[in-house]
T-cell receptor, first 112, second 114 residues
Framework: GEDVEQSLFLSVREGDSSVINCTYTDSSSTYLYWYKQEPGAGLQLLTYIFSNMDMKQDQRLTVLLNKKDKHLSLRIADTQTGDSAIYFC????????????FGSGTQLTVLP | NAGVTQTPKFQVLKTGQSMTLQCAQDMNHNSMYWYRQDPGMGLRLIYY???????DKGEVPNGYNVSRLNKREFSLRLESAAPSQTSVYFC?????????????FGSGTRLTVV
């Protein structure tokens, strides 16, 4: 089955850019997602990218997809303390209909 | 518009007790899911229901049962709780024709088994 991996922790200074990375194994992945989880809350969909795209930008968020290396990244520009949260990468494969496979999540800490 | 509602938010059980976690969605989604979240392990799929009337096992189904009561509701039952089931449980729903099939999550149930 699909395997999705992320590093567990990332710390950045307020105002800097954050880059959260994710790797996956299934080359037939169709949609790839980034979710944000704030303390004590459920996961909230931040953005997604379709597999035929290389990049997607949405305000401060930039998603980059390298299909050859099966690598997905989320860049947050001008990171704020309110961006402190756990960020999950999730992947949907063509053979699994509606099921998503999630990474372990990256805890982003924004330092003042 | 409430989205996905889970009850209860917190629960403490003794080993061997049973309980049912409730989940309801008001978005007319066909598919619903139960995940558990453990530190450093991300979200693991317990059971899912692709449509009303169907349920299937996910990655970690042992010790759990589910019921898709109707299109709105999908419950998760622990028949005999064990300390290994201490976790945060999330219900989610999705519609393929929605945001590229992305999920909408409930706020979670924090379960402690002592």
């Amino acid at each position: 089955g699909e395997d999705v991996e992320q590093s567990l922790f990332l710390s950045v200074r307020e105002g800097d850019s954050s880059v959260i990375n994710c790797t996956y194994t299934d080359s037939s992945s169709t949609y790839l997602y980034w979710y944000k989880q704030e303390p004590g809350a459920g996961l909230q969909l931040l953005t997604y990218i379709f597999s035929n795209m290389d990049m997607k930008q949405d305000q401060r968020l930039t998603v980059l997809l390298n299909k050859k290396d099966k690598h997905l990244s989320l860049r947050i520009a001008d990171t704020q303390t309110g961006d402190s949260a756990i960020y999950f990468c999730a992947v949907r494969s063509s053979g699994s209909a509606r099921q998503l496979t999630f990474g372990s999540g990256t805890q982003l800490t924004v330092l003042p | 518009n409430a989205g996905v509602t889970q009850t209860p938010k917190f629960q403490v059980l003794k080993t061997g007790q049973s309980m049912t976690l409730q989940c309801a969605q008001d978005m007319n989604h066909n598919s619903m899911y139960w995940y558990r979240q453990d530190p450093g392990m991300g979200l693991r799929l317990i059971y899912y229901s692709a449509s009303e009337g169907t349920t299937d096992k996910g990655e970690v189904p042992n010790g759990y049962n589910v019921s898709r009561l109707n299109k709105r509701e999908f419950s998760l039952r622990l028949e005999s709780a064990a300390p290994s089931q201490t976790s945060v449980y999330f219900c989610a729903s999705s519609e393929v024709q929605g945001i590229a099939g992305g999920y909408t999550f409930g706020s979670g149930t924090r379960l402690t088994v002592v």
